[in-house]
């Protein structure tokens, strides 16, 4: 019954389409020292006010937030980022402005430091403001940001600045993380598309159109790091801007543990990292209520609050169970065993009237449990017998 407190840290997706799987085999290493990859023909990536999105995949190294580390830097002051802000937080930063997604507000980013791979993806219309940039972690949509500094009705307006980098910010701050499949659009994905590239945790060739990803087209950089040695990494469209790995070596900037490699239990296409329903094959990964459990194992589909429902079914049988152990006994406390249970009846030890008692105290409900007061109170009392 506790299963959606683990969807909510994985921070699990509702499918609304796949795309076929392919080879992927490498992935980058970065060391949170000096390692960070770097555009060799000085690319500086979306620039003015035109429609942006950007996808990456992404493994921590350390369970801890940093106070900064750069991510994903390009142009004039636009910057993703990961801080120790309000329980951890991943930031857009460009123009004075930043719009943070924090573990406070959004409990599955506290999941990207779990050192397991997640999926990033930020997006922003052309034209836009702060307000509409969006941020999805693992297929879903994450509410809720804070903003510092500036307003969310500010304009943006990226002018060149550095080289798109990945890694780090301008100022350092290199990430301790595994990094793969980094792709930049200029166009704004919506949210089908997003979740059918991420796929149930298992990346797609984004240089390929699906059902609700039509944005092959549209991309400008797709650095897939599946050369596994040297210092370099193509970019495979044709705008060619290839990226040098800068502060590593040819052997130790290279892993072979990408995304996608993980186990999937229950054979229905979706990696256990991401399952809503680990044990259940749900392919479409249907949650009615919206609460991370999939219907399919969701003990309360249509509730989505499970712990107070469950509480409030363990309030009922407490009561029950309660109203049966005093209802029909006027001889309760005679130190007779009336049930022919093997106990004493109200001795203290009664499975019946400890459970009742356990159950109700133990649901930690507020005006609920004030109607079960007189029945705890006789139970108290037999209990002393």
């Not at 949210?191 to 298992?202: C, K, L, Q, R, T």
């Not at 589909?301 to 029950?320: G, I």
């Amino acid at each position: 019954m506790r299963h959606w407190i683990i969807a909510m840290l994985l921070g699990l997706s509702t499918l609304a389409g796949k795309s076929s799987a392919f080879d992927n085999d490498f992935h980058v290493v970065l060391n949170g020292i000096g390692r960070e990859v770097i555009a060799n023909d000085s690319y500086t990536g979306i620039l003015d006010t035109d429609a942006r999105t950007i996808s990456w995949w992404y493994r921590s190294h350390i369970g801890t937030f940093p106070s900064v580390w750069g991510i994903i830097y390009w142009g004039q002051t636009w910057s993703i980022q990961l801080e120790g802000f309000d329980g951890g937080s991943i930031n857009c930063e460009c123009g004075g402005n930043k719009i943070a997604w924090t573990a406070n507000n959004n409990p599955a980013m506290g999941s990207l430091q779990n050192w397991q791979w997640h999926h990033i993806v930020m997006t922003a219309p052309a034209g836009g403001t702060y307000g509409d940039i969006r941020l999805y972690l693992d297929g879903v949509l994450l509410p809720t940001p804070s903003v510092v500094g500036g307003s969310f009705a500010n304009s943006y307006d990226t002018i060149p600045f550095i080289p798109y980098r990945a890694g780090a910010r301008n100022l350092g701050n290199h990430a301790d993380a595994d990094m793969d499949e980094i792709a930049l659009w200029d166009a704004e994905l919506n949210a089908s598309a997003v979740a059918e590239i991420f796929n149930g945790g298992i990346p797609t060739d984004l240089e390929v159109n699906g059902a609700s990803y039509t944005n092959a087209g549209d991309l400008q950089l797709y650095w897939r790091f599946e050369e596994g040695s040297g210092l370099e990494t193509a970019d495979v469209t044709e705008s060619g801007h290839d990226g040098d790995l800068i502060g590593g070596d040819t052997v130790s900037s290279w892993g072979t543990n990408p995304p996608g490699s993980g186990s999937d239990s229950d054979g229905d296409g979706i990696l256990d990292g991401f399952d809503n329903c680990v044990d259940d094959a749900n392919p479409g990964q249907e949650d009615a209520d919206s609460d991370l459990v999939g219907d399919i194992c969701d003990p309360f589909p249509s509730d989505p609050d499970n712990e107070q429902a469950q509480c409030e079914v363990d309030l009922a049988d407490a009561e029950a169970a309660a109203n049966a152990c005093f209802g029909a006994a006027p001889a309760c406390s005679d130190g007779v065993d009336n049930d022919n249970d093997g106990f004493i009846d109200f001795s203290g030890n009664d499975p019946e009237c400890v459970t009742a008692l356990d159950n109700a105290e133990g649901c930690g409900l507020g005006a609920e449990l004030v109607l079960l007061i007189p029945l705890l109170q006789r139970i108290r009392r037999k209990r002393s017998f």
